[in-house]
């Protein structure tokens, strides 16, 4: 198919020609509209994948947008045993009149490069995954959803593909881009969530792979997320691995702390960037926005007993976490060996202020004062 028809461009990058392999089956537009009527979270995927191969000799290579379909994984595939494997998430929206944008793209493609260079792979050219991200949504712009809480998420992945069991790099590598309609990433919709602080395990140590987007984080994970489940909480909140005391983030977000009730006088915390957790492009965006909101914004480091005593002395009003996934979610409760506490089961009002923010601009009704949406087609 001529790359002309649906606005597609032929190269990703410079020396990185894109061929276009459509669908030749197509979800019907009956089978596409049920699923966008209650879409859930990443179970829904639309109709083309973007891949791209790389090895040795020839570099990044063989770029093409193709039906969605399985790959096929020789049992030595290095990936089923070592885990060399980095992921994004980021998401489309259909604005208010109609076209598409993406939410900092650009800084998804940086911190993609940044987690493959941690995990000696060869970094993926940043205008290459912007392109990438667009070509995919524009041959699959119907699979966008509409409405203030929908959205088309994408996920960027890149894994080792070469056959072979001796552990060094892999020297080929898959790039690949998939497209899933997107509500809520919690079924409740935007309930406080309850969180469990894991005492048991850590997430990431200084040294280790902690502010990487990489597989291998969210295996370690699930253990203690199952751990969280158990116990009946939504999500895992992890603490530092030296002191076991400094709270650090939650499974798939970043947290905030609201300090103060007086409207004039808030103060948003967030833990600081230690290189054991996430630099979240939400975190970052909230960082950056919460001014023009008249709320203070700091990075420090909190304990678990400061979010605790905040919380009895009424000095931390609200609790949020946040992520492309996750938005803005209210945590209203935390359990902890240490004791349990309760915050609030309602979205506070700093919350919520700073969630409209946030969704206005990626839906294009609230002015794009830091530049952060990529418009695409
Ligand atoms: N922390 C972890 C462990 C995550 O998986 C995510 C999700 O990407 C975040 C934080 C939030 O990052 P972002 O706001 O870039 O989505
Ligand atoms: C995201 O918000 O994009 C995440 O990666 C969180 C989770 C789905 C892993």
């Known amino acids: 198919m001529s790359g002309t028809v649906v606005n597609l461009p032929t190269q990703l990058a410079d020396g990185l020609p894109l061929t276009v392999d459509v669908s030749a089956h197509p979800r019907s537009d009956d089978e596409r509209a049920a699923i966008l009527a209650s879409p859930g979270f990443g179970s829904h995927f639309s109709d083309h994948m973007v891949l791209v191969k790389w090895d040795v000799q020839n570099g990044w290579h063989d770029a093409k947008i193709q039906a969605y379909q399985p790959f096929s994984l020789d049992p030595a595939n290095a990936i089923l045993h070592y885990a060399q494997s980095i992921f994004e998430g980021l998401k489309a929206y259909r604005q208010d009149d109609g076209t598409l944008a993406s939410f900092r793209p650009e ?15 060869p970094p993926f050219p940043e205008d290459a995954f912007v392109a990438a991200c667009d070509a995919l949504v524009t ?8 409405g203030g809480e929908m959205s088309y998420y994408l996920r960027p992945f890149m894994f080792a593909s070469e056959s072979f069991l001796g552990v060094r790099p892999s020297n080929e590598y898959y790039f690949c881009v998939i497209g899933s309609p997107a509500a809520g990433y919690f079924s409740d919709g935007v309930q406080a969530v309850s969180v469990y602080a894991s005492e048991d395990y850590v997430r ?7 502010e990487a987007k ?4 969210y295996a370690a994970s699930l253990l203690a997320q199952q751990q969280a489940a158990d116990e009946g909480c939504d999500q895992v909140v992890w603490l530092d691995a030296i002191e076991r005391k400094y709270v650090e983030e939650m499974g798939g977000m970043n947290l905030f702390f609201v300090y103060g009730k007086d ?3 808030v103060e948003i915390v967030t833990p600081d960037l230690t290189g054991t957790l ?3 492009i939400t975190r970052e965006s909230l960082l950056a926005a919460a001014g023009e909101l008249g709320i203070r914004a700091t990075e420090r480091k909190i304990s678990l007993a400061e979010w605790r005593d905040g919380v009895a002395s009424g000095d931390i009003s609200e ?3 946040c992520g492309t996934a996750a938005v803005i979610t209210p945590v209203g409760s935390v359990k902890a060996r240490t004791g349990n506490f309760d915050i609030s089961t309602e979205m506070g009002p700093v919350t919520a202020k700073l969630r409209q923010l946030l969704l206005g601009v990626q839906h294009g009704t609230t002015p794009d004062t830091h530049n952060w949406i990529h418009k695409i087609g």
């Open 263 to 265: 409207p004039d006088n």
């Open 204 to 210: 990431a140590a200084p040294g280790g792979t902690g």
């Open 214 to 217: 990489c597989g291998g984080n």
């Open 139 to 146: 041959i699959d712009s119907a699979w966008v959803p509409e």
């Open 319 to 321: 609790s949020f976490a």
């Open 107 to 121: 800084a998804n493609a940086a911190r993609f490069a940044k987690s493959a260079r941690r995990l000696a792979m």
């Open 278 to 280: 996430l630099p979240g």
